[in-house]
């Protein structure tokens, strides 16, 4: 599985605070290596995407950290364009990790799956802690989605884009 992380937007949405409070430069690079650990427990290929318009135009942009590939936006465009972009070209091959709105649809018009921020992230500290015990917080999530509207077919049965987002979680 290939996951596709909004870096900053995680940041944010983990500390709690707004970045411009952050030594953002620590946080990414506490980041990273929680997120090496990740990948080398589920052997995921990991790329992270970071707002880079402000970077050297000299600095690379793309590198890679303990086999995490980061990538910074280029000049002019921001990191939620990139992952937009990166959904339209890869489609449903790509999981996004970001709680944006905005970014989430996007990506999901492309048929790519999305994960908010939070929700990657007790996965990814189960992963790493090496905790295994979600099997109760997942019956628990399944059973919470109530339909509105009414639909033809199984009752019991979820929707395709849900399916794949949850078998998506569950590989995780």
Not at 73 to 96: C, H, I, K, N
């Amino acid at each position: 599985m290939w996951l596709a992380i909004d870096g900053y937007n995680l940041i944010a949405a983990l500390t709690g605070e707004k970045l411009e409070h952050l030594d953002l430069e620590a946080e990414r690079e506490n980041l990273l290596e929680l997120l090496a650990d990740y990948r080398a427990l589920s052997r995921h290929r990991l790329s992270v995407v970071f707002d880079g318009g402000a970077r050297a135009s000299g600095e690379r942009r793309r590198e890679r950290v303990r086999g995490v590939e980061v990538i910074f936006s280029p000049l002019g465009r921001s990191a939620d364009q990139v992952l937009v972009e990166m959904a339209g070209r890869y489609g449903s091959g790509l999981t996004v990790v970001t709680s944006d709105r905005e970014v989430r649809e996007g990506c999901e018009s492309s048929a790519a799956v999305t994960l908010a921020a939070a929700e990657f992230w007790q996965r990814l500290l189960l992963t790493v802690m090496g905790e295994d015990d979600t099997a109760e917080e997942e019956a628990a999530s399944r059973l919470s989605g109530r339909h509105l509207t009414r639909k033809r077919g199984n009752p019991k049965k979820r929707g395709r884009k849900e399916r794949r987002r949850n078998r998506r979680l569950d590989s995780l």
